[in-house]
């Protein structure tokens, strides 16, 4: 079974750093353009970030700078390194297979608030 | 940036067709999907490739894409299709584009 799990969220305090893990199951994540994508609290979704079968990254403009996507191939999990976070931050956060059309892990809560 | 308009709420009564658009420049020209949310529930996909069901997905959901508007349709709705829905296209900056999203609902 095709599965994503996220990991990692939590309380932070404005400035503050945290990592947030995607473990995937049933495929590998090498082979599949894995991205994050947050849901702010009562708003719509907002792409963040995508790592590509190549190894190469995007990001959102209001990220670029603060987050860095990663993967660990031996660990078959994508990580997303978030630093000098803001409140506007604070959303929930999917990890999500592309695969025509994107697969949804059920996501894990950053608060960033003082 | 590329830019998706969906209508914020749609209402429909049971039994009944509902529509739901999402408009873009030329978004006839790329690939468009949508993704159903219910309260609480991470976003499924519904449709891709502008007309295609995932596996599980019921018949009643079926979408379409041409000139600058994108529509996925939901024929006989029940009161379990009431959600949010979003659709989404690949682009060049930002990699990936949601429209606003729309809420569904079932009266």
Known sequence: EVQLVESGGGLIQPGGSLRLSCAASGFT???????????????????????????????????????TISRDNSKNTVYLQMHSLRDEDTAVYFCARDDQGFYWGQGTLVTVSS | ???????????????????????????????????????????????????????????????????????????????MDEADYYCQVWDSSPYVVFGGGTRLTVL
């Not at chain 2, 978004?27 to 159903?36: R, V």
């Not at chain 2, 979408?63 to 009161?79: E, K, V, Y």
Request: glycine content about 10%; hydrophobic content about 25%; charged content about 15%.
């Open chain 2, 1 to 79: 940036s590329y830019e998706l308009t969906q209508p914020p709420s749609v209402s429909v009564s049971p039994g009944q067709t509902a529509s739901i658009t999402c408009s873009g420049d030329k978004l006839g020209d790329k690939y468009a999907c949508w993704y159903q949310q219910k309260p609480g529930q991470s976003p499924v996909l519904v449709i891709y490739q502008d007309t295609k069901r995932p596996s599980g997905i019921p018949e009643r959901f079926s979408g379409s894409n041409s000139g600058n508007t994108a529509t996925l349709t939901i024929s006989g709705t029940q009161a």
């Open chain 1, 29 to 67: 994540v090498s082979s599949k353009y894995m991205n994050w994508v947050r849901q702010a609290p009562g708003k719509g979704l907002e792409w963040v970030s995508v790592i590509y079968t190549d190894g190469s990254t995007s990001y959102t403009d209001s990220v670029k700078g603060r987050f």
